[in-house]
């Protein structure tokens, strides 16, 4: 049973560019959320994917979308990079249901000069 | 809303010492409260969850959580501190948005564990 994996780990970026980060999902989950984590914050939830739908979105911007592929995984894309989306995006998955345990994956650290 | 309050940013502990980290939750309906781990450049892990069942939870590496309804309070201990606990902890909560589930974090607490 293979974990969540994202790539790339590490990204760098000029303020106005358009970023896709990746995420493929725990065997066996269907939902995937991303998150985003500033530098000694705590994460902050952006959205869920359920069955290549959005399924539920934090208080991020329109230029924070993301598509789920029929496999499950799942893309976040980032347009018009601004110097605050500096930041580890972590992607977790979780199998169908409410309020289960949301398994992460190791972040993308994306930085934007 | 559901929200979590980790108090103290920073917590120093000898090794061998007790490890008490706090947690206090806020919210209208039964919580489902989570800690995670985090080690340097890594993701989160999973320490263990509350859903419940019991209302003292064992997790890995030897620590637990106890859920206080009276006191609003999940913290988390372990007997004994080992120098591979030093870690950011995270606690959080469980927030049903329709058929999603989203976890709302707190602001972490560093752990460091001297000889």
């Known amino acids: 049973e293979t974990g969540v994996t994202q790539s790339p780990t590490h990204l760098i970026k000029t303020r106005g560019q358009q970023v896709t980060l990746r995420c493929s999902s725990q065997s066996g989950h269907n939902t995937v959320s991303w998150y985003q984590q500033a530098l000694g914050q705590g994460p902050q939830f952006i959205f869920q994917?359920?069955?290549?739908?959005?399924?539920g979105r934090g208080n991020f911007p329109p230029r924070f979308s993301g598509l789920q592929f029929p496999n499950y995984s799942s893309e976040l894309n980032v347009n018009a990079l601004e110097l605050d989306d500096s930041a580890l995006y972590l992607c977790?998955?979780?199998?169908?249901?409410?309020?289960?345990?949301?398994?992460f994956g190791q972040g993308t650290r994306l930085t934007v000069v | 809303a559901q929200s979590v309050t980790q108090l103290g940013s920073h917590v120093s502990v000898s090794e061998g010492a007790l490890v008490l980290l706090r947690c206090n939750y806020s919210?209208?309906?039964?919580?489902?409260l989570f800690w995670y781990v985090q080690y340097p450049n890594q993701g989160l892990q999973l320490l263990l969850k509350y859903t419940s069942a019991a209302t003292l939870v064992k997790g890995i590496n030897g620590f637990e959580a106890e859920f206080k309804k009276s006191e609003t309070s999940f913290h988390l201990t372990k007997p004994s501190a080992h120098m591979s606990d030093a870690a950011e902890y995270f606690c959080?909560?469980?927030?049903?948005?329709?058929?999603?589930?989203?976890?709302?974090f707190g602001t972490g607490t560093r752990l460091q564990v001297t000889l």
């Open positions: 994917y359920y069955r290549e739908e959005e399924n």
């Open positions: 977790a998955s979780s199998p169908t249901g409410t309020n289960t345990e949301a398994f």
């Open positions: 959080a909560v469980s927030t049903n948005t329709g058929t999603a589930s989203k976890l709302t």
């Open positions: 919210s209208s309906v039964p919580p489902y």
